[in-house]
Structures are given as structure tokens and as C-alpha cells.
């Protein structure tokens, strides 16, 4: 048999903007759990980052949205693997505008809100989210 080499597991994620605010959802497991973060999951093999975003945010939460450009990169590295779920993940949050659709969540996330950027700071979030979410912003709101 040949060795698997294991390699680093890309993930795309999306702050969705709509009328100043963004959206935010709660994961229902491991990891994460209990935290609120952006909606997403990961990239397959043979998939635009794009296309991928887009299917993940349709699988998670029904909405359309329109792409518009990434706002940063995130990574965990952790010191081993979390049963099948690997160790080091690459995140590449976008900035996205909504297009269609109210959030109908799927079972990986218990809540989700619509909330100024600021009220997301009084929020137990992934680390970084506040940083990404102002990238974000800065990108997807037209002054």
C-alpha cells in the first residue's frame, strides 16, 4: 500500500453582507462547537475556490450569494488530529454580498444572526473573526 502523505486541508469561508450586516452562524459540533464564525467548509478536489464557497453556503444556510474577494487567510494547527478531521487546516474567508434567500441551517450549525460587525464582538467566535470581518467589510460595503 502506499503511504498517504498528509497534507494541510484547504477550507473556504464567507462573511455575507446584507444591508451593514453580516451573518453569522453557530457550529452545533466539534470543532468549534458552541462558537460563533462564518459559514463554509472545504474545498474539493477539482474545485474553484468560488464553487466551492457557493456550494458550502447553499449547503449550510439555502442563501445565494455573490463572491466579491478575500478578506485575509486563517490557519489551525493542531498538535494532532481530531479523529477523522486532520490537524492543520488553511481557512480563506471571502467577502460576499447576499443575494437570495433566508438562512435555513443545516445540521453542522444551531444558530445563525444577522448583526453589525460590532455586536459580533460580544460573541464567543473562532479566534480572528472580528479582524476578518472588518477585511471583509472594508471590501464588500461600498462607502
Same mark, same amino acid.
Given at each position: 500500500?502506499?503511504?498517504?502523505?498528509?497534507?494541510?486541508?484547504?477550507?473556504?469561508?464567507?462573511?455575507?453582507f446584507?444591508?451593514?450586516?453580516? *451573518?453569522?452562524?453557530?457550529?452545533? !459540533?466539534?470543532?468549534?462547537?458552541?462558537?460563533?464564525? %462564518? +459559514?463554509?467548509?472545504?474545498? #474539493?478536489? @477539482?474545485?474553484?475556490l468560488?464553487?466551492?464557497?457557493?456550494?458550502?453556503?447553499?449547503?449550510?444556510?439555502? *442563501?445565494?450569494i455573490?463572491?466579491? !474577494?478575500?478578506?485575509g487567510?486563517?490557519?489551525?494547527? %493542531? +498538535?494532532?488530529?481530531?479523529? #477523522?478531521? @486532520?490537524?492543520?487546516?488553511?481557512?480563506?474567508?471571502?467577502?460576499?454580498?447576499?443575494?437570495?434567500?433566508?438562512?435555513a441551517?443545516?445540521?453542522?450549525?444551531?444558530d445563525?444572526?444577522?448583526?453589525?460587525?460590532?455586536?459580533?464582538?460580544?460573541?464567543?467566535?473562532?479566534?480572528?473573526?472580528?479582524?476578518?470581518?472588518?477585511?471583509a467589510e472594508?471590501?464588500?460595503?461600498t462607502?
Open positions: 500500500s502506499t503511504m498517504s502523505r498528509p497534507t494541510p486541508e484547504l477550507a473556504v469561508s464567507a462573511a455575507i446584507r444591508h451593514g450586516e453580516v *451573518l453569522v452562524v453557530r457550529r452545533a !459540533g466539534a470543532p468549534a462547537k458552541g462558537l460563533w464564525t %462564518l +459559514p463554509g467548509g472545504r474545498v #474539493e478536489v @477539482g474545485e474553484t468560488v464553487d466551492a464557497l457557493k456550494r458550502e453556503i447553499v449547503e449550510e444556510t439555502a *442563501l445565494t455573490d463572491v466579491i !474577494g478575500l478578506a487567510y486563517r490557519e489551525i494547527i %493542531l +498538535p494532532e488530529a481530531v479523529g #477523522e478531521r @486532520g490537524r492543520h487546516f488553511v481557512i480563506l474567508p471571502f467577502a460576499a454580498r447576499w443575494v437570495a434567500g433566508e438562512p441551517l443545516n445540521e453542522e450549525l444551531s445563525s444572526r444577522w448583526m453589525p460587525i460590532e455586536a459580533v464582538a460580544g460573541l464567543p467566535t473562532t479566534e480572528g473573526l472580528i479582524d476578518i470581518l472588518r477585511q472594508r471590501l464588500a460595503v462607502p
